[in-house]
C-alpha cells in the first residue's frame, strides 16, 4: 500500500519560501496514470487543491496559485516538492500530499482511490 509522509518547517516568515517535500513508499511516483498532488487546508475553510505533477513529469497548477508555485520531483528518493513563493498568513494552512488517478486529480476533494499524506501545519508568522 502506499504511504506518503509531508515534512519540511513548521513556521514561515512573510516573503519567504514555503517548500515541502513529500516522500512516498510502497509506489514510484513514476508508476504510469497517478498524478502526485498537492492540496491545502487553511483554517476554517475547505480544501484548496494547489497542483499535481503527473508521472511523466509533467505539472499543473490551479489558477489560483499558478504565479507563485512550483511542483519538482526527485525521482532517485521517490519525493516531490512544493514550493510556494512570497507567502502571507492567508498561506497558513495543513498541507497534503495526495496519490490520485488521472480522472479527477484537481478535485479539491477526496476522492475513492486517493492515497493521502498525514498533512503538516504550516504557518506564516513573523
Known amino acids: 500500500q502506499v504511504q506518503l509522509q509531508e515534512s519540511g518547517p513548521g513556521l514561515v516568515e512573510p516573503s519567504q519560501t514555503l517548500s515541502l517535500t513529500c516522500t512516498v513508499s510502497g509506489d514510484s511516483i513514476t508508476t504510469n496514470y497517478y498524478y502526485w498532488t498537492w492540496i491545502r487546508q487553511p483554517p476554517g475553510k475547505g480544501l484548496e487543491w494547489m497542483g499535481a505533477i503527473a508521472d511523466s513529469g509533467s505539472t499543473y497548477y490551479s489558477p489560483l496559485f499558478k504565479s507563485r508555485t512550483s511542483i519538482s520531483r526527485d525521482t532517485s528518493k521517490n519525493q516531490f516538492t512544493l514550493q510556494l513563493t512570497s507567502v502571507t498568513p492567508e498561506n497558513t494552512a495543513v498541507y497534503y500530499c495526495?496519490?490520485?488517478?488521472?480522472?479527477?486529480?484537481?478535485?479539491?476533494?477526496?476522492?475513492?482511490?486517493?492515497?493521502w499524506g498525514q498533512g503538516t501545519q504550516v504557518t506564516v508568522s513573523s
Open positions: 495526495v496519490q490520485r488517478g488521472e480522472l479527477g486529480y484537481f478535485l479539491p476533494y477526496p476522492a475513492p482511490d486517493d492515497y
